[in-house]
């Protein structure tokens, strides 16, 4: 999902900006939008929420009693830093390394809360996050019926209040796209060399580091890691349910997902990417997302229990022994593809023609994770993140 940003300017959610809106491009952002929009970053966040539990229980179990508080938020406050510097020098604007810190800071208390009581937090929480997408909406289309009054009494030649022009201007404002001009502009900007681009992302990190923390991340982050701590208390992660369990769970999970993923889709794709019809898609955002990150985990469970393709499970696990690795990897490829210091293709390749970079990223990880398994522990940030944690330095090479 990542590609998007790091290599089209203004086309995440918006595809007729850049990148093309037709044909396979257009193909593209629906199987997106259906399947994976969110529901990555869902299983991410809930597998946060799942190494929560698996490092403070083992800890606990080993009689590290107050020394697990301090490995904990010494392990987080890393984290934190090591999301400033994907930011920062790597240049990924979306990190996610920096708000995964900043809310599991939070969680350490509810590590004893029995699976209801995380399930109730995390419900709560995603309630008031979809709350405030309804406030949002509710702002948007009472913006849009002042704007269409103030409208109207011009056309007809009447002159407007000064708050009648506001209405309107606010309302021109908020529908208005990114122009070619401006597309233009992001591209020459991601051309030049690497201080000037650390520069000119200075204002969109501080968005995301200020604003972003506040408004979305509690309601998306927190509440799935709180959810991910319940389902590694439930077992649901240890493929301990039966088979049966985890059908019901995908079968459910994708009909309630899919249908309204479908819904927003459609209206999306219908109004021509028109700012409204977003506003009301994404009143459901939210419910969409977590049915359909559900169903993924039901589909992924039942793909482990079956064993089939077993060398595609074991290259997959040895991905995921080094996520934090892969995952910079990821933007530091990515800042040497698309930047000015690197390739220059910023802005360059079609949406569907980026998944061809998607692929063969995937497949080298594929083939050097487990590779590097081989002889190594650890990956080498997990080495790391696992040495400054412990403050000391811990066994890399196998044996």
Known sequence: MNIIGMALPFAYRDPTISGGSE??????????TM???????????LLFGAGIILLTSRLEKKGAGIQTADIY????????????INVYILLWEGDILYPYAIFGLFLFPFRNSSPKSLIIYGSVLLVLGIGWDLLDHQDTLEVQEQAMVALALKKEGDSLSQEQQEH?????????????????????????????????????????????????WPWDLMSFM?????FFKLRIFHGEKSVLYYLIMMITGYLIGLSVNYYETCLTVSSNFEVFAQ??????????????TLGHVGLFMLFIKSEILGFLQKALAAVGKMALTNYLVHSLIAAILFHGFGFSLYGQLQRH????????????QLIYSPIWFKYFQFGPMEWLWRSLTYKQKQPFTLR
Do not use: C, H, P
């Open 23 to 32: 044909g396979l491009d257009l193909w593209v952002w629906i199987v997106n």
């Open 279 to 292: 506003s009301k898609a994404g009143q459901t955002y939210q419910i969409g997302r977590l049915f359909t």
């Open 353 to 364: 023609e980026l998944y061809y970079i998607v692929g063969a990223i995937w497949l080298l």
């Open 168 to 216: 309107l201007d606010s309302w021109e404002k908020k529908k208005k796209k990114k122009t070619a001009e401006d597309v233009t502009e992001e591209i020459e900007k991601r051309g030049k060399g690497y201080w000037a681009n650390v520069q000119s992302k200075v204002k969109t990190n501080q968005l995301f580091q200020t604003w972003f923390v506040y408004r979305y």
């Open 35 to 45: 399947l994976f929009e969110g529901t990555m970053r869902g299983l991410f966040t």
């Open 73 to 84: 938020y010494r392990r987080l406050l890393w984290l934190l830093l090591f999301g400033i």
């Open 226 to 230: 709180l959810l991910g701590m319940a």
